[in-house]
């Protein structure tokens, strides 16, 4: 139970920097390819733990 919540705050907390770090740049379609591929990491994570 701990170790999935550390992962998943982890994740988040990575996307949302990310994000203010590109936002500032003004690079909007590389924050929404790099969304697509964590997302895609996230959701086989997901599966191969459920």
């Given at each position: 139970?701990?170790?999935?919540?550390?992962?998943?705050?982890?994740?988040?907390?990575?996307?949302?920097?990310?994000?203010?770090?590109?936002?500032?740049?003004g690079?909007?379609?590389?924050?929404h390819?790099?969304?697509?591929?964590?997302?895609?990491?996230?959701?086989?994570?997901?599966?191969?733990?459920?």
């Amino acid at each position: 139970m701990m170790t999935m919540m550390m992962v998943v705050v982890l994740v988040e907390v990575e996307m949302a920097v990310n994000f203010v770090m590109e936002g500032r740049k003004g690079g909007e379609r590389e924050i929404h390819e790099r969304n697509r591929e964590k997302f895609g990491r996230r959701r086989r994570r997901r599966r191969r733990e459920g």
